[in-house]
């Protein structure tokens, strides 16, 4: 890792980094979701035999109920009782954060609102190729059930042997998901899209994958709407004189497990800097040397990043400094990977500065609302004459007519 000054012009780079991608990967993913729209299974099988390189047929898209009830004899042992405790924490979590429907009456009549409701179908994409993200399962399912999703479909890449993880399935089971396929990549997000005749067509898709899963869901982007476009999965950590040197090379190793992960170390501590340094150089990632906290929060702040790991004695004041970030873990005894697997909120999170704007998976995620708006004669009355300026602004006449019809 190297150590860099907070005016460094590397630093601009990863303050501006976002999602790109290779006119040739771009060229490929369209490729792959007009045949599926096209060809429909036929192109999905095609694809899973040249990319995963699996013979299927037909019926084996969709994973059998023997199949699941298999998979329990393929598993760690004590696995389901430790995910139960997993489960209720995430459980916990989200259903503090439900929205429920609303309603507001005035005097006058009038009365405004809002109907939340939950989407009917959803897709889930779990990836498996360099590590089954079996915390993906739950992290994703448990908050749309919440939310009261009436159908979750599940598609996640076949090994070699053309089978799924057991772990997925064993997860995707307990947790109810109702249809399993086995089909990844792009032509699986252009699946759930578009609608086969096997795989079913869902309103949203929620998931992490490659550069040409995150392709595909920024093409398909409009025909369903998606939960975000992720990249790199990455890390930044405050510290000072008085943070663990050893948490912060292990949390900064940990980070290097992910393929391209990104660590970053933002301290005012040139000791600690150079400590880390020598512990952590095959790590991808930098440290940045800040004069205080508050310019510590304020890189962290713009770099919005993934994770963010406060490691100082007073957390909760520095966290004030903080707007842009999809997860932040105070203290010293909360590292990423608690969040990544027990804690309760999701941990899939906005990447490449985009916390600026978006926020981790969320019950919200799997609603909607509907805006209610019911007028009385008299609440009609009362705003006649707003209405027709902005109406004669805007050269709507017929607009006002609609309402002077009503008297």
Sequence with gaps: MK?????????????NRQFLTSRRVEEKVRGIIDNVRIYQDEAVLKYTRKFDGVKLSLKQLKVSQNEISGAYQNITPNFVSSLKVVIENVNKFYKKTLKKSW????????????????????GVYIPAGTAPL??????????????????????SPPDKDGLINPHILVVADLLKVDEI???????????????????????????????????????LFGLVDIDMIAGPTELVIIANRFSDPRFIIADLKAQA???????????????????????????????????????????ADRIAPEHLEILVNNPQRLVKEIHNAGAIFLGPYSPTAVGDYVAGPSHVLPTNGTARFFS????????????????????LEKVKEPLEK?????????????VKARF
């Design 3 to 15: 150590i860099l000054r907070v005016v460094n012009q590397k630093l601009e780079k990863i303050y």
């Design 181 to 219: 396929f086995r089909v990844g990549g792009a032509q699986a997000i252009a699946a759930m899209a578009y609608g086969t005749k096997t795989i079913p067509r869902v309103d949203k898709i929620v998931g992490p994958g490659n550069i040409y899963v995150s392709e595909a869901k920024r093409q």
């Design 360 to 379: 981790g998976l969320s019950v919200q995620d799997f609603q909607k609302s509907s805006h209610l708006i019911s007028y009385s004669k008299k609440a």
């Design 134 to 155: 079996v915390s993906t399962v739950y992290m994703s399912v448990l908050p749309a059930k919440i939310a009261g999703v009436k159908k979750i479909i599940l598609c």
């Design 103 to 122: 309603r507001m009456k005035a005097d006058d009549g009038s009365l405004l609102g809002e109907n939340y409701n939950p989407l009917e179908k959803v």
């Design 257 to 299: 497990e992910h393929s391209g992960g990104l660590a970053i170390l933002i301290t005012n501590s040139r000791k600690l800097a150079k400590e880390v340094k020598l512990a952590t150089e095959s790590v991808n990632g930098l440290i940045i040397l800040v004069k205080n906290l508050k310019e510590a929060a304020e890189v």
């Design 390 to 402: 902005i109406a004669g602004i805007e050269g709507l006449a017929k607009h006002l007519d609609s």
